[in-house]
């Protein structure tokens, strides 16, 4: 460990005396803590109040909860450990001092160290600093034998009507137990939903801090990579991911409060957990600002945060905001992939475009960073029709929906520019206009104020007034922009570039395993091959799907026709046992043999004959009659054009019906700018020609005059 990274000590007193400690509330503090026999005494960490959990504890342990997540202290500065107060507390509860290797515990005030969490992963996380604090300053103290364990405690506890008790550690394994258990896991009862250390069991696990390591700090891990890091194929986080299976499965068409939705979220939930988080994650989802999602899948109805200050300026609790599922979601999820109507949460989804390409991620696990840009959905629709039909699939750059500025590449980097239009000049300085910035470049008009006040320009105004627009004035002196020019240009002095990177496009592939892509290609080819293995399952599953409907409906015009014909006499009536019969002696099929017969599978669901017997009295006429005969006929079309429509045909067909809900003017596929407006000529002020050292940067001298390397939207406009 490098010296510079040793912060000092807390206050140099004993850290045996009990009196020390009284500046930290939270510590219900040992009789023998500092004082022999002080080595039988453990200190107990937790994330949760030491009240209850002291409830089933001796008095050799004491309990010390910890506030908040304690941070990685290997990339942290000493200034940051001495402004944690939650590490000086446990420091001082300890008696541990900085730079010192300890041989034994003599010079500690507890004589064992103990850190209580369950398997979730917020535990799992605290466990994991916690052990990487003390092996970073102190590694002599994990080689004491017996003086750190790790205690976990169980999150689901559930017995039956004998008391024998079930003890599950993991989600996982809890839920593992109940899908096999089937319908005798609900003759247990489960008591509680554990989280933290806030409670304590005979059979609670006890090990090794090296045994946590190497088996259940891996199993976090893979959770934290599969919490922070989207999948390829829906470009969702869970949470995310959990938010619109529920908009979907209820569904979400008619507005909802943000806060009722979430609350919906909750109690529908296998697993009631970071409730609140819920709240944010739907904000995002619905904003559409410059700079956020490029198709929102939630409507924004209310005040969502703007681009003025990065969306950050929602209300954060939800309340006033209502959202609903945005029309466009249901032309790119299509409900067909769940042939089980979305009973239990998938995986991932599987939508018609790589969702992940159009709104972009960023995300960060544990050792591992994400960063994914956003690309237009009309070129991404259209290198995906390339890769339908055998085509090469265009380079692509990243997009984004609103904004007015410039995406180049030069050489193998990206960058975003706003706009600097003409400016005019007027005794010693130049005046002119900023129409774009960044996305990303919150509050530019507090940019302006700092660089007025640091004299980096002369004076500055806005032009209008509002959240969505870019729109100032700017004067600037001919010393601040030859400073400007000498610095990097004027567009990266005054914050209208930026530099976008690919190298971290990690995503988790169809397996949940991590992946890296060299570009968003590469992503688009993956997400291609994977899609089109499921398209040839949902032709199988619409002729499935179209058979059943067909039965159904031949099934009913049936039953029609016989009680016209006086076959079957619906009054006097019939006890419900005594119709089915009735039914089933006429060749009449059950629902439930309609679906084995169309699906091949034994299905173990109750289906009757509700669906005849459900018939509105109105419906047995000629008429009704005549009109399913039709609707079988048209049924029987469609099933044949199934058969003979090539797979990949149902897939352009979805992309066709995407792109004709996408705005030409919000989504165009090949960008059309209106030209920069120009100062006055001889009649008025001199013009500065565009030409001029005023708008060179660096980056703008390597640029080719000739555009020979075409983007994506010209090269896609070509083809047409």
Known sequence: MAEDKV???????????????????????????GKSPFESCTLVLTEYSAKELARGLGPEYHVFPLKGKLPN??????????????????????????????????????????????????????????????????????????????????????SDKNDAVLLFYTMPDYIAWKEKS????????????????????????????????????????????QRSIPSVMDGLKPDQRKILFYALKKPIVEEIEVIRFNAYVFEHSPYHYREASLVGT???????????????????????????????????????????????TRYIFKDIFQED?????????????????????????????????????????????????????????????????????????????????????????????????????????EFLEAASEDGVIKAYKPRSYNTIDVDFEVTMTEDQIKSAEQEGGLLKKLNLTTELSIANLYLLDTKGILKKYDSPEHILEDFYYSCLEFYEERKQALIRKHKIALLLLENKEKFIGKVLDQEIILFPLKKKEQRCVELKDKKFQSLLSIEREVNEEEKQEPGGYDYLLSTPIDSFTY?????????????????????????????????????????????????????????????????????SRMWVSDSDEEEPEDDNDATEDSDFEDEE
């Open 341 to 445: 109507d979305h009973k239990d949460m998938p995986a991932w989804f599987i939508p018609i475009i790589p969702m992940v390409l159009v709104n972009g991620s960023e995300g960060r696990g544990t050792e591992c960073s994400s960063f994914v840009p956003k690309y237009n959905p009309r070129v991404i629709i259209a290198n995906l029709k390339c890769l339908i039909e055998g085509k090469k699939v265009v380079p692509m750059l990243p997009w984004y929906k609103g904004f007015k500025g410039d995406v180049v590449k030069l050489k193998d980097t990206l960058y975003i520019k706003g706009i600097i239009e003409e400016g005019i000049i007027k005794e010693d300085t130049r005046t002119f206009t900023i129409t774009e910035a960044p996305p990303g470049t919150c509050d530019y008009m």
């Open 282 to 328: 739907i904000i995002g989802m619905a904003q559409k600002y410059v700079g956020s999602n490029n198709i929102n899948l939630l409507q924004p109805n209310g005040l969502f945060g703007t681009r003025l200050k990065g969306g950050k300026d929602h209300v954060e609790s939800g309340r006033c905001l209502f959202t609903q599922l945005s029309p466009i």
């Open 7 to 33: 912060p000092p000590n807390p206050s140099p007193t004993s850290y045996h005396k009990v009196a020390d400690l009284l500046n930290i509330p939270k510590l219900k503090d040992a009789e023998s803590a």
């Open 73 to 158: 202290v290997r990339g942290a500065t000493p200034q940051q450990l001495l402004e944690n107060t939650e590490i000086q507390k446990f420091m001082n509860s300890l008696g541990l001092q900085f730079g010192k290797i300890y041989e034994n515990v003599k010079e500690l005030r507890y004589g064992h160290l103990m850190i209580m969490a369950n398997k979730a992963d917020d535990g799992l996380r605290m466990i994991g600093l916690l052990i990487n604090f003390l092996h970073y300053f102190w590694p002599s103290l994990l080689k004491l034998n017996g003086f750190m364990r790790v205690f976990l405690t169980p999150m689901v506890i559930a």
């Open 182 to 225: 089937g319908d005798k896991a609900r003759e247990y009862k489960i008591k509680k939903y554990y989280q933290g250390g806030a409670s304590l069991h005979s059979n609670d696990e006890r090990i090794q801090y090296i045994d946590f390591i190497n088996k259940d700090f891996k199993q976090y891990v893979v959770a934290d990579l």
């Open 623 to 691: 008429e009704k009659k005549k009109e399913l005969n039709k609707e079988i006929e048209e049924k029987k079309k469609k099933i044949c054009e199934l058969y003979l429509i090539e797979f990949k045909s149902l897939w352009l067909k979805d992309l066709d019906a995407l792109d004709s809900q996408l705005d030409d003017e919000k989504y165009p596929l090949a960008e059309k700018r209106a030209p920069a407006k120009r100062a006055p000529d001889a009649a008025g002020p001199q013009r500065v020609n565009k030409k």
